[in-house]
Each structure stands twice: as C-alpha cells, then as structure tokens.
C-alpha cells in the first residue's frame, strides 16, 4: 500500500518505520525543513546545537528501545547514574538524591524513598505510602478513573501532606506535563509512579549522545528510504481532500515559493501531526462526528527551552536535574550528560521553562534575565561575589504549543489511531496509548497506526505475505 503520513515528528517516522517493515510503501510529508517536530534541533554558526526541548529518555520506554535496537544505534544512549536528583532550595547549590539500589522493583524505589532524608520526614513518607496503596492495588483502571481529579486534589482526597506536593511533586508534574500539580490530572502522575515504581530500570535515564535530529531521526530516515519509502521536506499539508462518502480523495500540499499546491494521493493517509494544527485542517463533514469532536478538548501547553553557554565549568554532575525553581523545571548540563555536546571547560546548561503561559510573550532578554537570577539559587558560588561566571551566548526556543495539556478529563478527549474515515488514521503522542506524551508515546503510537493500517489491508486483501503481519507492541 502506499501511505501518506503528514508530519515527519517521531510518530510519523515510527509510522513509516513499521510501514515498510511490512511491505508498504510510506510517504511522510513535513512541513519544516527539519525532522523531528519536537525533538527538532538546529546548529548555530559556531556549530553548537540547540533543541526544541532536553529530552531525557527512561528505562520505562520499551518501545522506544526497541526502535533503537531496530536500528542498531542503542548504544547512543548514555545511560546515567540510577539516581533523581532534586535541587535543594532552602540549601542554595546543594541537593537532595533519590538513589535506587541494585535490587528488584518495587524495593529499589521503596528504599530509594526512605534513604531521602532531606526532603520528606519519616511521618510524610508513611502518609504517602498508604495513599498510594489504591493504586497499586487496584492497578490501572483506578489510574485510569482518576483522571477526574488534579493531582493536588487527589492527594487531598487521599490525605496526603501538602508539603509532600511541595517537596516533590511540583518538580515531578512540571517535568511531566510543563504545569502544576493543582492543573495536572492524578493520571499522569499515577501513571509514571506505576512505571518507575514497577519496572526496576524504570526511572533509570538516558540522554542521547547528540542532536536528535541527526543522531535519532536521521537513522529512521535512511531506513524508511533504503526501503523504499519516501520523507519529503517543506511540504505543509495544506487541505484533507474527500470523496462523496467522506473518506479521504488526497493531501493537498501548499506550494512553497511561489510553487503550485500539489494534489498527492495514496491508498491511505495519516495525520502524524500535532493535534493544534489537525483541529485547523478537519474538514467541515468530519468536525460532525463526535469521533473528531473529542479533539476540541485537546490543546497543546506553552513551554521554553533555553540554551545557556558560560565561560566556566559551573558543575560536574552527569544527570538531569530538578530546579525546583518556580521559574524553572529540569535542567542539564549537556556539556557533561551529552558526548556530542561534550566540553571540559565551559558549560552549557539546557533549561526547560514551565509554566510557560506568562513567559511565552517576553522577549529572549527578559527570559535570560530572569533565568540568570534563577542561577543564582542554582549555583550562588558561580554567580554572586567578584568572579562571576559570564555569559557568553543563549539560545532560546519558545513552543506556544507543545504537547496536550493534560488536565483532568482529558484522557476521555484521546482519540484512537484508527478513526471512522476507512481510509483516514492518526497517530501522534496525544493519540490513546498507554503513555504519556513523550517520545515513548510518539513512537508507539506510530507503531499502532502502521498496525492498524497493516490490519485492515490484510482483511481486504487476505495476504499470505508473512512480512504483513502487524508488529508485536511493548507494554
Ligand atoms: C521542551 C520539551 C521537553 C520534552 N522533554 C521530553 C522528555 O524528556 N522525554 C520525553 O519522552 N518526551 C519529552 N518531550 C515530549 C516529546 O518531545 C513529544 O512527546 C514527542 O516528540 C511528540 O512527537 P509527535 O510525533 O507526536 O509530535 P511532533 O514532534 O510535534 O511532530 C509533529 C510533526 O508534524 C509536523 N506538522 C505540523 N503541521 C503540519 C502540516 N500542516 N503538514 C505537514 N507536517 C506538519 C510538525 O512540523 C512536526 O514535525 C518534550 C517536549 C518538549 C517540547
């Protein structure tokens, strides 16, 4: 078959990964001039990189590993210490750890928890324990039927100690989903607790040793087309062209530069791209369908990355890193975390800012500015006296919309990949699988549509081909 897949971000590769895998024949349509969407990347005229985000990967990501391993590039992950290091606010440039010993899940993260004695009493991890007991007892479909709740009002109904929120679980949600936990639903944090709680390596992570675009996407690329299957840049899908019966007659692509728009057809066509700019493209029959009224619940978060270059060395630690800064989320000295990145002498910080939603309108200056009076409770023996570490470039990528924000309810608003168009699928890390929106989620999902589409071709078509059987998924 041949298949059109508008967005060239993770999912619309791993689509097109497991596409050709089994016999068919991908098309992916991007409408930048760089792979990867969200892991995107550029190089500067120095050559330095900067990204749309830090991407930490986990133990917990099967899927993605997998891909990987498919690949033959698992060994660009540089796996860290398995350790969460959080910053310690009230202890300026200190830090309180999380280390998990070399024992089996969940006693690795039991033990990880009662050995942190900086952060939680004794009385507050008890608490936090028993609250936790409903989940672990009755499993996934609790999580699932939280989503009712924010995190902050779950723990409240479980009660919980706020300084328990505080503590951690500011960090944890605005790494998680870019907000806080009074936004946040208790799914998604129950679900990456359930993840790293039950898996030993789950928590355990990993940086690649390099720009995603070229060291993760890249290779995806060369496999789709020594394949045979195609990745086209510059190529916005611009209209969803239908047929009488509502299915889909071809992508209309929007000529660049002054080029004619371009009617491409196929035998089947995915939207891979993120859920803000398919809502815009839905054509007017289908927005009546309540399959693709769900999405109107869907809406992606603000969120900044930063890319700061000093003319210092302002730490050794190899791991991301928990600000705890209300300013701030996760950060990483990639000088240290990153091969590619790699510099002895001088650092470069990445640092996610979230909530973003007051900061996406201010200028770069106003951004660094207020980062770098962050850095002062970050790293005081760097910024303040006489021999200040000195700034010697930035870089900042602001993302008015990221992933969904995933506020309570929304699991109910995740479409599936197949959808009720015969010939119309979807696939992005919005899309209902049993991740969260992360590179996890993206990959799988577009494992999930190249299986979907796999499956109904056989039906149609009763192959005796074995390579069209669909691919086994990750749980
Ligand atoms: C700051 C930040 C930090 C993050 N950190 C992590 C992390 O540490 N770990 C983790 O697992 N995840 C992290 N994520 C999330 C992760 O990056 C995403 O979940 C994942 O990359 C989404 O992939 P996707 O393919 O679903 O969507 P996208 O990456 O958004 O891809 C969609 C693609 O569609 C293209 N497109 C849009 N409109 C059109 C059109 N009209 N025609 C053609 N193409 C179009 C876009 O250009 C894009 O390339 C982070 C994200 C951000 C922003």
Redesign the pocket.
Known sequence: MRVLI????????SCAKYLVDAGHTPIV????NV??????AWQDDDGDWYE???????GA?PNMLTLLEELGIEDRLQWKEHTMIFNRPEKPGTYSRFDFPNLPAPLNGIIAILRNNDMLTWWEKIRFGIGLIPAIVRGQNYVEAMDRYSWSEWMERQNMPKRVEQEVFIAMSK?LN?INPNEISATILLTALNRFLQEKYGSQMAFLDGSPTERLCQPIVDYITERGGEVRFN????EILLNDDNTVAGFLIRGLNGAEDEVLTADAYVS???VD?LKL?LPQPWKEMPFFQKLEGLEGVP???LHLWFDRKLTDIDHLLFSRSSLLS?YADMSNTCRGYENRDRSMLEL?LAPAKDWIGKSDEAIIEATMKELENLFPQHFTGDNRAQLLKYHVVK?PR??YKATPGRQACRPSQQTPISNFYL????TMQQYL??????VL??KLTANAITEQDSTINSPDESEKTPVSVAK
């Open positions: 508008a967005g060239a971000g993770l999912a619309g590769l349509l991007e409408r930048e792979l990867g969407g969200k892991v995107a749309t985000g830090l991407h930490v990967f986990f990501y790494a870019f190529s916005p899908l611009k891979a791209m993120p700019p493209l969120v900044i990355n996760v996610v993302t990221s992933v696939a992005g890390d919005y929106a992360s590179m996890e989620g993206a999902s577009g």
